[in-house]
Structures are given as structure tokens and as C-alpha cells.
């Protein structure tokens, strides 16, 4: 290949990782980053700090949505995991619906807590440097379109 060729393809080479992209921000469990994500789509959201470990509480429509940290390295810290959580105590259900919800259903596994309320949770992997800011509010969409799809199968 002559000289010419190389020094074209070089060119073109160099202007295209010139030209790439920045790296889209990875969302991790950072706590306080998670409660910003959140209020910046509009819902009120608080970082509520407790004894054992930390949460993020939200609501949407009404119906209270938890985000519990998982996985945590040391304490509150360097966790790779988020749970989003809801939970009915004015609704009665049987394990039947309940195993036909889980049954049925790909996202947000349910059972009956220790109270005999029914609960839905979905965990979201954040590990090796997390997700993307879109990747994660897909991920919130997801849960928070389940929650009226839950309520509604229970009561049936």
C-alpha cells in the first residue's frame, strides 16, 4: 500500500476518534445522585437516613415507591444494587394471585410480607460502573407502570 493510502487512512482515523462521542454518565447507587435523577423527572424524592442503612423514598400517584441499596461493600457505601419497592396495606390478596402475578409476569416479583401485605419489588443491577442516566430511568419506568398492573390484579 503506498504512502499516500496510509496517510489518508490515518487521517480519517485520527478524525474519528477526534469526532466520537463523550462517554453517556453511568448512574451508579450513589445515593444522593439517585435522589437528584429522581426530583429531576419531577417526583419529590428524600434520602431518609437510618441506623442500618439508607433509602430513597418517592411516591408516584399516590402509591409510596421505596429504593432500598443493595450489596453495599462497607456499611452505605460502594453498593451495586438498587431495589425498587412498593407495598399495599389496604389491599388483601391470596398467594394464589400472588403466585399468578409472579407466574405471569417477566418484571417486579411479588409476595406477602410479614404484615400479610402484598409487596412487589425489582432489583436493578448497577455493578461494573452502572447504567446509563436513559437505562435507568427505563428501568423506574418499568416499576412505576407495573404498580397500577399489580394493585389491579389483586383485587380480582
Known amino acids: 500500500m503506498n504512502r499516500r493510502i496510509w496517510a489518508g487512512a490515518a487521517a480519517i482515523s485520527a478524525l474519528a476518534m477526534t469526532a466520537a462521542p463523550a462517554a453517556a454518565e453511568q448512574v451508579t447507587a450513589d445515593h444522593q445522585k439517585l435522589v437528584s435523577l429522581l426530583q429531576a423527572k419531577g417526583y419529590k424524592a428524600e434520602l431518609i437516613k437510618g441506623s442500618d442503612a439508607d433509602y430513597v423514598r418517592t411516591a408516584d400517584s399516590g402509591v409510596p415507591v421505596t429504593i432500598f441499596f443493595l450489596n453495599c ?3 452505605k457505601t460502594g ?3 438498587i431495589q ?3 407495598g399495599f396495606n389496604d389491599v388483601k390478596t391470596t398467594l394464589e394471585r400472588i403466585n399468578d402475578w409472579n407466574r405471569n409476569q417477566r418484571w417486579g416479583r411479588a409476595y406477602v410480607d410479614k404484615d400479610g401485605d ?3 419489588e425489582m432489583d436493578v443491577d448497577m455493578d461494573f460502573g452502572g447504567l446509563s442516566r436513559e437505562l435507568f430511568y427505563d428501568n423506574l419506568g418499568t416499576f412505576i407502570a407495573l404498580i397500577p398492573l399489580f394493585r ?3 383485587k380480582k
Open 73 to 75: 461493600a462497607k456499611g
Open 84 to 86: 425498587f419497592y412498593t
Open 79 to 81: 453498593c451495586t444494587t
Open 152 to 154: 389491579d390484579h389483586l
Open 118 to 120: 402484598p409487596v412487589m
